[in-house]
């Protein structure tokens, strides 16, 4: 499975981003999805998570202002980011897990989110 994000960019706080993440190769074999970000020289954090069966968990700081999507038909991860600050500056990754597999093993390249206070 290949991954590729975009919708990354400079914004102000206050503001809205939408990250999106399609999907190529086995997609049928893709169970969960997840969103997670990273500040240079940090660890990666969990932003949100999407089974198949559309169970959704976000991390506590992302709670009530992001919100996860996909679309099976068209492959496509979405994160729909509202009332950015500037401590969700990050570069955010996109996840896939196969089948059962225990953690992801699929991951796309990244795409930087800057907000600017």
């Known amino acids: 499975v290949q991954l590729v994000e975009s919708g990354g960019g400079l914004v102000q706080t206050g503001g809205s981003l939408r990250l999106s993440c399609a999907a190529s190769g086995s997609i049928d074999s893709i169970n969960t999805m997840a969103w997670y970000r990273q500040v240079p020289g940090k660890k990666r954090e969990f932003v949100a998570v999407i089974s198949s069966t559309k169970i959704i968990v976000y991390a506590d700081s992302v709670k009530g202002r992001f919100t996860i999507s996909r679309d099976q038909v068209k492959s496509t991860l979405y994160l729909q980011m509202n009332n950015l600050k500037p401590e969700d500056s990050a570069i955010y990754y996109c996840?896939?897990?196969?089948?059962?597999?225990?953690?992801?093993?699929?991951w796309g390249q990244g795409t930087q989110v800057t907000v600017s206070s």
């Open positions: 996840a896939a897990a196969q089948g059962d597999a225990p953690s992801f093993d699929s």
